[in-house]
């Protein structure tokens, strides 16, 4: 119950501010919200038992990606530009689809129609949390977490070889 | 998970670990290479890929390697070879065209190669996990190539479209991913089945999962109303990244279209027929009416690739072993003759500076008689005509949607062949029937032998296919046969 009364006021604040994000014209301020967003998944995270997760979540995300994001937006000095609207008036029927969407998937739930079994979980492994992601990514994952090796040599190549060539006259 | 029972089985992926191998010993070949020497890298992949085809093409091991994460099936063999004959014959028409329009670089060869480890993984990815990554490095490979023409506007927007839209997808699939888990408690599609099916069958949760990941699947094959990104990246991609985008991605996405939903969904079939045949009744009609006024012909490809993907989609709603060898035969037909209609248009790029527009293949037949003749030869066969290879195709989907008793989805594929006959025709047409008007261009020199090369081989495996079906078609039905309850 306890729980459960946390797990809202994270949700909530998670999706409002995730609504600000796209709702304001100031891409710092749009910035700041992600922050603020991608630290209440990482407070869900705790609520689930991954400690793990929730601190790679806040080191990796908040840390490094949104530190680059407002680098980018300084040094491209997007600050003081504000977005203009370019999406021709696409916003409120997308609205309209959202919140029927919302609604629809809301009665399911309310009504019980889109409930899932509880898995079988081990508490006592649960505290060992780093461990049990370490065992799992270098034993049953090893061959996705190989490719996603791949797949970030990949984007680094790929992102330098588009910008270099841009500079070539 | 104790080691012991991961079955480590390094064969299994001997395949996609080659051709990455190659791509990464390519990237260090690239370094010691002077700038006008870039080409040798493309003959090298291509010669690295043409040694690894033998190796890809065995069915090695049939039990799922790596904690069930792979599976090197024969299933995955028959499309890993789709992937390498698109790519060889895409590598092959690139180091002329790359040089054509003066860019060359080492990069545009690995990541092709790149592109090619990754719709490995797809086909044989065993876990959605694995196909997930595997659609990843595909898909991220091919929005760098898309943009690869950066002197051309429309190339960054090609690029940008297919990056943000195929994003989206990524998120639209993940989020049925995390519902199907949520629901089986497994990742792995074999266990998928086993654990969602039967009582489980009707669940509204584990339907939102399916939904959601057909919808991202849809994306990938660039089905109707998914298919926003396919024209504009289409025309803004290099030509020949192109033919590799509408063939190998095309193919790759419904390796695993047809993996997911034939081995992890068999049990919700009865819910997702309804939304699968909608979805390709909308996307033959969709694609062939709109392909009808487009005047670029590579736009037109794109649409009429749209609406292949119709036709395709029904082998997948038949749910029958004849409908899902007939899906992986038609992507065999479509790699060749698709293939050759675009090195047809590179070929008219090369020699006489234009081929973009639909109208400039007029008088083609008196100037280029055998080009002409082997591009109509193309053009019937991806509309469907007999004795080409599209005929036979088209005649096992439709057939197979005969035998599962979807008369309607069969009778729309049969109108939008009509339709599409309309402007593939329009093509023959003017090669034929119209004299060019005002003076040609002049010849920009010989071309390559590479063209040459390419739109025979094609040429004459487009007639084969049509006129032998039989060895190829057993292969698929006994590829498909495993997967298949």
Same mark, same amino acid.
């Given at each position: 119950?306890?729980?459960?009364?946390?797990?809202?006021?994270?949700?909530?604040?998670?999706?409002?501010?995730?609504?600000?994000?796209?709702?304001?014209?100031?891409?710092?301020?749009?910035?700041?919200?992600?922050?603020?967003?991608?630290?209440?998944?990482?407070?869900?995270?705790?609520?689930?038992?991954?400690?793990?997760?929730?601190?790679?979540?806040?080191?990796?995300?908040?840390?490094?990606?949104?530190?680059?994001?407002?680098?980018?937006?300084?040094?491209?000095?997007?600050?003081?530009?504000?977005?203009?609207?370019?999406?021709?008036?696409?916003?409120?029927?997308?609205?309209?689809? !959202?919140?029927?969407?919302?609604?629809?998937?809301?009665?399911?739930?309310?009504?019980?129609?889109?409930?899932?079994?509880?898995?079988?979980?081990?508490?006592?492994?649960?505290?060992?949390?780093?461990?049990?992601?370490?065992?799992?990514?270098?034993?049953?994952?090893?061959?996705?977490?190989?490719?996603?090796?791949?797949?970030?040599?990949?984007?680094?190549?790929?992102?330098?070889?588009?910008?270099?060539?841009?500079?070539?006259? | 998970?104790?080691?012991?029972?991961?079955?480590?089985?390094?064969?299994?992926?001997?395949?996609?670990?080659? +051709?990455?191998?190659?791509?990464?010993?390519?990237?260090?070949?690239?370094?010691?290479?002077?700038?006008?020497?870039?080409?040798?890298?493309?003959?090298?992949?291509?010669?690295?890929?043409?040694?690894?085809?033998?190796?890809?093409?065995?069915?090695?091991?049939?039990?799922?390697?790596?904690?069930?994460?792979?599976?090197?099936? !024969?299933?995955?063999?028959?499309?890993?070879?789709?992937?390498?004959?698109?790519?060889?014959?895409?590598?092959?028409?690139?180091?002329?065209?790359?040089?054509?329009?003066?860019?060359?670089? #080492?990069?545009?060869?690995?990541?092709?190669?790149?592109?090619?480890?990754?719709?490995?993984?797809?086909?044989?990815?065993?876990?959605?996990?694995?196909?997930?990554?595997?659609?990843?490095?595909?898909?991220?490979?091919?929005?760098?190539?898309?943009?690869?023409?950066?002197?051309?506007?429309?190339?960054?927007?090609?690029?940008?479209?297919?990056?943000?839209?195929?994003?989206?997808?990524?998120?639209?699939?993940?989020?049925?991913?995390?519902?199907?888990?949520?629901?089986?408690?497994?990742?792995?599609?074999?266990?998928?089945?086993?654990? !969602?099916?039967?009582?489980?069958?009707?669940?509204?949760?584990?339907?939102?999962?399916?939904?959601?990941?057909?919808?991202?699947?849809?994306?990938?094959?660039?089905?109707?109303?998914?298919? *926003?990104?396919?024209?504009?990246?289409?025309?803004?991609?290099?030509?020949?990244?192109?033919?590799?985008?509408?063939?190998?991605?095309?193919? !790759?996405?419904?390796?695993?279209?047809?993996?997911?939903?034939?081995?992890?969904?068999?049990?919700?079939?009865?819910?997702?027929?309804?939304?699968?045949?909608?979805?390709?009744?909308?996307?033959?009609?969709?694609?062939?009416?709109?392909?009808?006024?487009?005047?670029?012909?590579?736009?037109?490809?794109?649409?009429?690739?749209?609406?292949?993907?119709?036709?395709?989609?029904?082998?997948?709603?038949?749910?029958?072993?004849?409908?899902?060898?007939?899906?992986?035969?038609?992507?065999?037909?479509?790699?060749?003759?698709?293939?050759?209609?675009?090195?047809?248009?590179?070929?008219?790029?090369?020699?006489?500076?234009?081929?973009?527009?639909?109208?400039?293949?007029?008088?083609?037949?008196?100037?280029?008689?055998?080009?002409?003749?082997?591009?109509?030869?193309?053009?019937?066969?991806?509309?469907?005509?007999?004795?080409?290879?599209?005929?036979?195709?088209?005649?096992?989907?439709?057939?197979?949607?005969?035998?599962?008793?979807?008369?309607?989805?069969?009778?729309?594929? *049969?109108?939008?062949?009509?339709?599409?006959?309309?402007?593939?025709?329009?093509? +023959?047409?003017?090669?034929?029937?119209?004299?060019?008007?005002?003076?040609?261009?002049?010849?920009? #020199?010989?071309?390559?032998?590479?063209?040459?090369?390419?739109?025979?081989?094609?040429?004459?495996?487009?007639?084969?296919?049509?006129?032998?079906?039989?060895?190829?078609?057993?292969?698929?039905?006994?590829?498909?046969?495993?997967?298949?309850?």
């Amino acid at each position: 119950m306890f729980e459960q009364f946390f797990f809202y006021i994270f949700a909530t604040v998670a999706i409002v501010s995730a609504i600000c994000v796209i709702s304001v014209r100031n891409p710092v301020h749009s910035a700041v919200f992600l922050i603020v967003c991608l630290l209440q998944v990482a407070a869900i995270f705790v609520l689930l038992r991954s400690p793990f997760l929730a601190a790679a979540q806040v080191f990796i995300y908040v840390g490094a990606v949104m530190v680059l994001f407002l680098f980018a937006v300084m040094v491209l000095d997007m600050g003081k530009a504000h977005w203009k609207e370019h999406l021709h008036g696409q916003s409120a029927p997308a609205a309209v689809l !959202a919140g029927i969407l919302f609604i629809l998937l809301g009665y399911m739930a309310l009504k019980g129609r889109m409930t899932a079994p509880l898995g079988t979980y081990n508490e006592a492994a649960l505290v060992k949390n780093t461990e049990v992601v370490g065992r799992a990514l270098f034993t049953k994952y090893i061959f996705p977490f190989e490719v996603v090796s791949v797949i970030l040599l990949l984007a680094l190549v790929g992102a330098i070889a588009l910008v270099m060539r841009e500079k070539r006259p | 998970m104790p080691i012991e029972t991961l079955n480590v089985n390094l064969l299994s992926i001997l395949p996609m670990a080659l +051709v990455a191998i190659l791509a990464l010993s390519m990237l260090v070949l690239d370094f010691f290479l002077k700038k006008g020497d870039k080409g040798a890298i493309g003959y090298l992949s291509i010669i690295g890929l043409l040694i690894v085809l033998p190796i890809a093409s065995n069915a090695i091991e049939g039990a799922p390697a790596f904690g069930g994460m792979v599976i090197a099936d !024969a299933f995955s063999a028959f499309f890993n070879c789709i992937f390498i004959l698109a790519a060889v014959f895409a590598l092959y028409l690139s180091v002329d065209y790359l040089k054509r329009i003066n860019s060359e670089t #080492g990069e545009y060869y690995y990541i092709v190669l790149f592109a090619v480890a990754g719709m490995m993984v797809m086909s044989s990815a065993n876990d959605l996990i694995a196909l997930y990554v595997g659609i990843e490095l595909m898909a991220l490979s091919f929005y760098v190539l898309t943009a690869f023409r950066v002197r051309d506007t429309k190339s960054s927007e090609g690029g940008l479209k297919y990056f943000v839209l195929g994003a989206l997808s990524s998120g639209i699939l993940l989020y049925g991913i995390s519902f199907t888990y949520g629901f089986s408690g497994t990742t792995n599609i074999s266990d998928i089945a086993r654990l !969602a099916g039967g009582a489980g069958a009707n669940n509204t949760f584990m339907l939102l999962g399916v939904v959601l990941t057909a919808a991202g699947f849809a994306f990938k094959i660039a089905a109707f109303p998914f298919h *926003v990104w396919a024209p504009d990246a289409y025309e803004g991609a290099p030509t020949p990244v192109t033919a590799l985008i509408s063939i190998g991605s095309k193919a !790759a996405s419904f390796a695993v279209f047809l993996r997911v939903f034939i081995v992890a969904f068999p049990a919700f079939q009865s819910h997702w027929w309804k939304l699968l045949w909608a979805l390709s009744a909308a996307t033959m009609l969709y694609g062939s009416v709109v392909a009808i006024p487009q005047k670029n012909i590579i736009r037109m490809l794109a649409y009429s690739s749209i609406a292949h993907a119709g036709v395709i989609l029904i082998g997948i709603v038949a749910l029958n072993g004849a409908g899902a060898a007939g899906v992986m035969y038609y992507l065999l037909v479509y790699a060749f003759m698709n293939m050759g209609a675009f090195a047809i248009v590179m070929y008219l790029g090369r020699v006489r500076g234009n081929g973009e527009y639909v109208s400039d293949y007029a008088g083609m037949s008196s100037r280029h008689p055998v080009i002409a003749f082997l591009m109509a030869l193309f053009l019937l066969s991806l509309a469907g005509i007999p004795p080409t290879g599209g005929f036979m195709a088209k005649f096992f989907i439709l057939s197979a949607a005969i035998k599962a008793r979807y008369y309607w989805l069969a009778a729309i594929g *049969v109108v939008s062949t009509a339709i599409s006959l309309f402007f593939y025709a329009r093509v +023959v047409f003017y090669m034929y029937m119209k004299d060019a008007e005002g003076d040609s261009p002049a010849p920009a #020199g010989r071309p390559a032998l590479a063209y040459d090369v390419v739109i025979y081989i094609t040429a004459a495996m487009t007639m084969l296919l049509g006129l032998y079906p039989a060895p190829f078609m057993e292969i698929a039905i006994k590829a498909v046969e495993p997967l298949i309850r």
